[in-house]
């Protein structure tokens, strides 16, 4: 299941006023704000649900609640006492908008695959395909817990 494919089938029902049959997955996806992104509103993620928070080390994704602020991508050993710490540096509230188990070196790996929208050092704009990313992480940990 993709945003895309999602967006069309909603604005084929939407344009022909008629029901549509949605997938359990996709229902699911809905839920979670995927609507937002399929529908093209934008990009504000941090409405959703409180994600809970991991016993592991992991790559996380922290930004505003604001569809056009920049968002983080970092690695923590324990996400609770780093998000602590990032929240009083920030000019803004920040919310922890995904985050997936990995390393020093996964980080990295996700620093060079959005190197194309850094802004500088680890905050990123806002793009189809990391909003897109974050929502697949979003939807993986929902599946999981």
């Not at 993709?2 to 229902?27: C, D």
């Not at 802004?119 to 929502?135: K, N, Q, T, Y």
Request: hydrophobic residues 35%.
């Amino acid at each position: 299941m993709s945003a895309t494919g999602l967006a069309s089938k909603l604005r084929r029902g939407i344009k022909t006023r008629q029901s549509i049959q949605l997938t359990a997955e996709e229902v699911r996806f809905l839920c979670d704000g995927g609507f937002v992104r399929a529908l093209g509103i934008g990009y504000p993620l941090a409405f959703l649900k409180p994600l809970p928070w991991p016993k592991s080390q992991v790559v996380y994704f922290v930004g505003a609640d604001d569809p056009f602020a920049p968002v983080k991508i970092g690695y923590a050993s324990n996400l609770r006492n780093r998000f602590n710490g990032l929240r009083y540096l920030s000019p803004q509230p920040l919310v922890i908008l995904g985050y997936t188990e990995g390393s020093r070196d996964d980080e990295a790996q996700y620093h060079k695959r959005f190197a194309h929208i850094r802004l500088h050092g680890e905050w990123f704009r806002r793009s189809d395909d990391l909003v897109d990313h974050i929502s697949h992480l979003r939807f993986q940990i929902r599946s999981r817990s």
